[in-house]
């Protein structure tokens, strides 16, 4: 299959997928249970990491197909987006990207069969600031031994892989950066690492059937085989796992887009159905221009989504480029909350109720100007970038040295 091909193939099966999985989606909500039954498919679909390449079991898919799905997955289930996301991108494409030859057999297969990997960066007091981390992962022959605390960790308590990141200290306790630690958490198969606790469960606006939790290292022990390797070394080690996040950012984005269309599609159906004033909503000029205002909020986003995503298969890294990323996930995000805002006041109070997927939509939307890096430090992103400067700001990978 040519890459045109393959891409009308992704977009087909997550097109059936979506009706599929829309019409549970309000269960997974209202349950807050994690859509298990929807994983099976999505593994039978070859959808769960469709990014891992073919000779660690994948299909080599490219970040623009994932885009692809992920929309189309969004438009019927938010939940079953994220999946995709995070079985496509950021973890665990920090893992084919740095890791050993054993981290990625290890890895890949479990991906492949199903888990949705967790990546542990927040912290109580670092947030934005995520550089301020003060888990620690202190050498000790050949293990590194984990301490701290990281919360609302997508995926906590049913992810199986973990990557994990830390302040590494040499044997002498010296800070020497900060790295990424893969560790495998899977209690129900017995594999219960000691000093690895899912200490709380967050209870959210939206995106609830996703478990958001806190998670307690107390002396956990990872072999030095399961630190991830950076290509810049320790002190840029950071710098190089945000730039893997760069692909979970363009995802996060794309999901906020699809919530967006998917929510365009209802209030384009309600308005020809609905009449008020003996005809209907579709003929009133004020509705029509809300919907072309919506519309073209929609298109700009998947174009700079598109941008982002292609990107990587461009530009000097495999992951998309940081600016690019920002200035997709920054629009989608905030765009997609004033269109999912609009369709909901299309359908009046109607759209206020559960009988429809709005109300939920809206809520589920609302997440993407905060996790995955803020809007706020998106912006400060792009106008450093812009501007050829530096922000202290650290989301984007630039750690303070000592002395700097
Ligand atoms: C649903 C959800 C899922 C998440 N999943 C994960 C996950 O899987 N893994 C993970 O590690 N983290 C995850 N997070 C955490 C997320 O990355 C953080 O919430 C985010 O980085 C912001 O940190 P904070 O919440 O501590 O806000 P703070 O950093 O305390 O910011 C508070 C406010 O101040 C603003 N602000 C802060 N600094 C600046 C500045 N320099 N300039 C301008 N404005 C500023 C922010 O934009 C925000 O509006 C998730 C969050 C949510 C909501």
Known sequence: ????????????IAKELSQ???????????????????????????????????????QSASFYDVVLVIEEIARGCALSARIVVESNMGGISAVIAYGTEEQKNYCAPLVLKGDKPAICITEPEAGSAATEMKTVAQKAGSKYILNGVKHWITGGGISKLHLIFARILDEEGQDLGIGGFLVHYDPANNIKPDGFTVARREHTLGLCGMPEAELHFNDLEVDEAFMLPTPSGFRRGFADLMNAYNSQRVGAGTIAMGIAAGSLDHAKRYMTDR????????????????????????????????????????????????????????FASESAIKVVSDALQLFGARGYGDQEPL???YRDVRMFTIGGGTAQILKTQVGSRLLGIKAPQTRDGYLRLSGE
């Open 1 to 12: 299959m040519n890459k045109s091909h393959r891409s009308v193939h992704f977009l087909s």
């Open 20 to 58: 599929k999985f829309a019409p549970k989606a309000a269960l997974w909500d209202r349950s807050r249970e994690y859509c298990w039954e929807n994983i099976d498919d999505l593994v039978d679909a070859g959808l769960m990491g469709m990014t891992i390449p073919k000779q660690y079991g994948g």
């Open 275 to 330: 009449h008020q004033f003996g005809r209907p909503l579709a003929e009133f000029q004020g509705l029509q221009w809300m919907i072309a205002e919506m519309d073209t909020s929609v298109h700009a986003s998947r174009l700079l989504l598109y941008e982002a995503a292609k990107s990587a298969e461009e530009g000097k890294s495999q992951f998309p480029d940081p600016l690019l990323a920002a200035r997709a996930k920054l």
């Open 359 to 361: 109300e939920r939509m």
